[in-house]
C-alpha cells in the first residue's frame, strides 16, 4: 500500500524564510538532516486536513486548508515507512498565526525559520527539491525517487 504523506512550505516571502524542522536521533529516516514540516494521513482524512494539523503539531503555526497551494508532488517506490512506497503532497502557505515551536522534541532536533538564500545542505533530498523548485518559482512539478 501506498502511504499518502503532506508536507507544508510555510514561507514568509517579506522575510525572505521559510521553516524547517531538523530530524533527530530517533527519527526513523534523515537523522540529523533538515525536511519541511510533514507527516502521514490519517484513515479517512484528506491531505489537506493531514498538511493543517502535522504542521501545528510539529511547529505550532496554524494555517487554513483554503490558504494551501499545491508546490510540488514526490512519489518514491520506497519509503522507511512504507515498503509499499509513498505520495508526499507539498504544499506552500503564505499566511499563518501562531508561533514558532518545537512541539515534538522527541522526533526533531529543531525547528526554525532559515533564510531562502542560505538553505542548509544536510537535507531531506526530496524535500529540498520540492523547496528548491518553489522557490524558484517554478510550477508544481513531480519528483520521482527509487524508480531507476
Known amino acids: 500500500m501506498t502511504m499518502l504523506v503532506a508536507a507544508v512550505i510555510v514561507h514568509d516571502r517579506a522575510a525572505g524564510r521559510v521553516v524547517l524542522l531538523r530530524r533527530g536521533e530517533r527519527a526513523r529516516f534523515g537523522r540529523g538532516l533538515w525536511d519541511l514540516p510533514s507527516g502521514k494521513r ?33 512519489h518514491g517506490a520506497w519509503g522507511a515507512q512504507s515498503p509499499g512506497g509513498f505520495v508526499t503532497v507539498v504544499f506552500a502557505a503564505y499566511a499563518w498565526t501562531g508561533e514558532l515551536s518545537n512541539r515534538e522534541p522527541e522526533k526533531h532536533a529543531a525547528v526554525a525559520w532559515a533564510d531562502t538564500g542560505a538553505l542548509p545542505g544536510a537535507f531531506v533530498p526530496s524535500a529540498a527539491g520540492a523547496l528548491r523548485a518553489h522557490l524558484a518559482g517554478d510550477p508544481p512539478g513531480v519528483t520521482l525517487r527509487g524508480w531507476d
Open 42 to 74: 490519517e484513515p479517512g482524512e484528506p491531505v489537506t486536513a493531514a498538511a493543517v494539523r502535522e504542521l501545528h503539531e510539529e511547529t505550532g503555526l496554524s494555517v487554513r486548508e483554503d490558504d494551501l497551494v499545491l508546490a510540488h508532488l514526490v
